[in-house]
């Protein structure tokens, strides 16, 4: 049985702990390598995120979930729930470990678990990221609608806007827009932060 396999059948969703930390952000620095030279050079960096930004994305309510494989984390994805949407935020799986089924494991675990439509911001560049959540059945919206929702639902600075973009869960009904950025304006929650 090769490696990819094991991490199929072996995988197990839990959701993370503070004593998870370090392995979060080890998984997710070396993931996030795969936007070095992809994404704009301005706003690479390594490490990708630093363990304050972490602290700071789960004291904002990104509630993490992680896969474990032999009992090791091989993945991470994060959900935060934002007026009457969810953003899945921070979606990371080891590079060893990927093209194995831990992303649609985590992917699956968060959509379970909403009610509510769920919006995802990624890289315009990151074509594999798109590809894999279209896999999944999000719908990317118009460059116009994400421009509108990484205003409402990210801080982000508008080159950022342009480099990246937006998939929703369900396609976006005429109104629907007008609706939830008026939702969130009536909120006092303090916009999720840069990074998708
Ligand atoms: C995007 C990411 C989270 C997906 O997780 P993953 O565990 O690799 O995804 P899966 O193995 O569940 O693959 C899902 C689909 O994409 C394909 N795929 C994804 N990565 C692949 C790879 N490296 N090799 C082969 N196929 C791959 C699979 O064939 C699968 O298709 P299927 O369900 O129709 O069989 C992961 O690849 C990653 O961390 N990438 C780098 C960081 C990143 O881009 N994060 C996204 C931020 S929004």
Redesign the pocket.
Same mark, same amino acid.
């Given at each position: 049985m090769d490696g990819k396999s094991r991490n199929a059948r072996d995988a197990r969703i839990r959701a993370i702990r503070d004593d998870d930390l370090d392995d979060v952000l080890g998984i997710i620095n070396a %993931? %996030?390598k795969? @936007?070095r030279g992809v994404i704009p050079p301005d706003r690479w960096r390594d490490p990708y995120m630093r363990a304050d930004e972490l602290v700071s994305e789960r004291a904002d309510g990104v509630r993490f979930s992680g896969c474990e494989v032999g009992g090791r984390l091989v &993945?991470v994805?994060g959900i935060q729930s934002r007026a009457d949407v969810d953003l899945?935020r921070?979606? @990371?799986?080891? /590079?060893e470990?990927? &093209?194995? &089924?831990?992303?649609?494991?985590?992917?699956r675990h968060l959509g379970q678990a909403c009610q509510r439509s769920i919006l995802?911001?990624?890289?315009r560049a990151?074509e594999?990221?798109i590809?894999? @959540?279209e %896999?999944?059945g999000f719908i990317r919206v118009s460059d116009e609608d994400a421009a509108a929702l990484l205003r409402t639902y990210w801080t982000v600075p508008d080159e950022q806007i342009a480099a990246s973009v937006v998939l929703a869960s369900c396609p976006l009904a005429p109104d629907f827009l007008e609706k939830i950025i008026a939702a969130a304006a009536a909120t006092s929650n303090r916009p999720a932060s840069s990074e /998708?």
């Open positions: %993931a %996030a795969a @936007y &993945g994805m899945v921070h979606a @990371y799986v080891l /590079p470990s990927q &093209g194995s &089924g831990i992303g649609s494991l985590l992917l995802i911001g990624t890289w990151a594999w990221a590809r894999f @959540y %896999a999944k /998708p």
